[in-house]
């Protein structure tokens, strides 16, 4: 046999081992993906309301910092619906709440509350509210391609990692792809946002308890008589 027949056969045999290695990890990507998304939807299956500190990382391309805030945040079932509540303490105190399709921020320090109606995108925003936290797994398919990136030990918790690439051009203008780290549970510890521009937000979730006493008050803002109401979308 020649040297470049030599060549050739080893250049081919090179190619087919690579093939094969790749379609192997294919196939154990696609079992472990599998595996993460039956563990979101038995969570979907038995949720139960959700208390859990709250790390709020909002990272700025163009200024290149990042600002923390911190607290906590609710998750609940009612009447059908989903409910939110997101207590912001540190550095500034803001209170967003979501019910009924409209999401309401009140900013106590100048006691105003800016309201946006959810309207025909309501199956968009509620699906964005529950990534890890009570949405089926299988059914992120229908929405994103669903890419497996593998393990992750996040704070001392074995996680898997998933990047959600939104299928809607419409959401893809706001959110280009979202990375989760989901537990054993099928719940999310982390969740980076990634926008267009290049900025981000990464949120951190900790000491997440099952099933807490959340009392309506969790799910109410705390106004004052002279609260002004905006509603920017008229």
Same mark, same amino acid.
């Given at each position: ?62 200024? @290149?910092?990042? %600002? ?7 998750? +609940?079932?009612?009447?059908?619906? $989903?409910?939110?509540?997101? *207590? ?71 996680? @898997?990692?998933? %990047? ?7 959401? +893809?203008?706001?959110?280009?792809? $979202?990375?989760?780290?989901? *537990? ?51």
């Amino acid at each position: 046999m020649t040297p470049v027949l030599n060549h050739v056969r080893l250049a081919v045999l090179c190619a087919g081992c690579l093939l094969s290695a790749v379609a192997a990890q294919t196939s154990s990507d696609s079992a472990a993906l599998d595996k993460v998304l039956g563990q979101m939807d038995t969570a979907a299956k038995n949720f139960k309301p959700i208390e859990a500190k709250v790390e709020w990382d909002q990272y700025d391309r163009v200024i @290149n910092e990042t %600002e923390i805030q911190k607290g906590m945040i609710y998750f +609940r079932r009612e009447n059908g619906g $989903v409910q939110m509540a997101l *207590d912001l303490v540190d550095p500034d105190p803001k209170f967003v709440l979501y019910a009924a399709g409209k999401v309401q921020v009140y900013q106590p320090k100048i006691d105003q509350v800016t309201e946006y109606n959810a309207g025909k995108n309501i199956a968009d925003v509620e699906s964005f509210l529950v990534l890890g936290f009570g949405g089926s797994g299988h059914d992120l398919n229908k929405s994103y391609d669903v890419k497996y990136l593998g393990p992750e030990t996040v704070n001392a918790v074995a996680t @898997n990692r998933l %990047e959600l690439t939104p299928k809607s051009v419409k959401i +893809r203008g706001n959110i280009a792809k $979202v990375v989760l780290w989901i *537990d054993s549970r099928g719940i999310s510890v982390q969740q980076q946002f990634f926008e267009p521009s290049g900025n981000y937000r990464l949120v951190k979730y900790s000491e997440i308890q099952e099933n807490p006493k959340l009392p309506d008050s969790d799910f109410k803002l705390k106004t004052t008589k002279k609260t002004k109401f905006l509603s920017p979308q008229g």
